[in-house]
Structure formats: structure tokens, C-alpha cells
């Protein structure tokens, strides 16, 4: 079976994700790659009207319920775009994927990490990526760029949640950006330095 590649890019908010996704779909396609960029709660018709009721500051959720509307639109991104993309030889970009369940509902709503692995492996059909980049941003740049974004808008419920369960979060991805099969981004660098280093890992897999 011919197979495509698949890239996540993980991270808090505002941590640079959807730039740099965006950048490294450009530069791809430059080199004649099919390119899908799609992005996490969503991806899909139905994964987006499950991602409306997560973020929308009216509801108030449970966090196993949280932690199940997560996965099952993940399921359904999974089934419905990522799988037939790989199978179709594209390379499917991803912001946002099963690393980011681990950082909001595993250490920031404290439910245990192995269910959510657990849970992960089943909505993926245990699809693995073959890179996963975790941004990193130091607490001083996040709260700068925050302050700026919620200019424009209103916080959604997850960037409304309260100090504590953002700092856990933010916490999370340090330690999750150090483990094994990740790649640490530093967020506080250039838009073109981090892209220059996604773009050396992305040649070294897909060989050009
Ligand atoms: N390397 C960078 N340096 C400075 N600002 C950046 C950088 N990357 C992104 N930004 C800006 O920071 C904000 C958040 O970036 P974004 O890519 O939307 O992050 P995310 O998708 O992780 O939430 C945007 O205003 C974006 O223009
Ligand atoms: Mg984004």
C-alpha cells in the first residue's frame, strides 16, 4: 500500500502552530507534494460541530465528557480524512492531535494519562505520526501574545478555564516536548528560524 506522510504540530495556544502548518503546506506543495492541512477538534463536518460545542463558553462540560467529545471527533477526522489521504500517498499536516489530550484532559483535567492514551489508540486506530513537533513558549510570551489576541475577540472555554489549569497545560508540553519521538520547537524564535528547522526534519523523512 502506497503511504503518505503524516506531520503533527502541537503546543499551547499562540504558541506559532497554525503559522508554521501553514508555511510548511506552501513549501511542500512548492515541491509538487499533495498537501492537507487540517486541524484538531475538526477536520470534518461533524468534528467541527463537535468543536463548536467545546469551545463555546456557554457549556458547561464535564471533563470525561470533554475527554469523549475529544476522541470522537478524532475518530472521525481519523476515518473520514487523515487514513484515505495516507492511503492516497498525500501528506496530511495536522495542528493539533492525540498529544494535545494528553496535555489538556490528562495533566490539566487530572484524568489519568493512561485512559486517555488508551482512548487515543482506539479514536486513531492507532495511527502513529511519523513527526510530531511540540512548540514551547516561555510564560512571558504567551501572556504577550495573549493579552494581544483577546483584543481582537473573546476568550472561547478552553482560553477562558482559569490560570491554574492553563499553567498546568503549559507545563505539560515542556515535559512532553522532552520526550522520546518528539521534536522540541522553540517558540520564541523567528517565524523563518522554526520554519527553517521543521523544514531540515521534514527533508530528512521525506527525502528531498
Ligand atoms: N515565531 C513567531 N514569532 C512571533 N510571533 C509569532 C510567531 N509565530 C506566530 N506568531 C504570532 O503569534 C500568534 C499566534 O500564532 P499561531 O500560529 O496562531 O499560534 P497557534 O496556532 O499555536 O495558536 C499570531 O498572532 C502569530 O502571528
Ligand atoms: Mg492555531
Known sequence: MKRGYFIVLEGP??????????LLKEWLEGRGFSVILTREPGG?????QVRKILLDPKNNIERLTELFLYESSRA???????LPALKAGKVVISDRFTLSTVAYQGYGRGLPIKTVNTLNTIATCGLK???IFVFDIPDRIFAERERLALKLSGPDRIESASAAFRKRV?????????????????GALSRANIQKEIITRVRRLIGV
Open 13 to 22: 495556544d499562540r504558541s506559532g502552530k497554525s503559522t508554521q502548518a501553514k
Open 44 to 48: 470534518t463536518k461533524i468534528s467541527e
Open 76 to 82: 472521525q477526522h481519523t476515518l473520514e480524512i487523515i
Open 129 to 131: 505520526s511519523d513527526l
Open 170 to 186: 503549559n507545563r505539560a508540553y515542556k515535559i512532553l516536548a522532552g520526550k522520546q519521538g518528539m521534536i522540541r520547537i522553540n
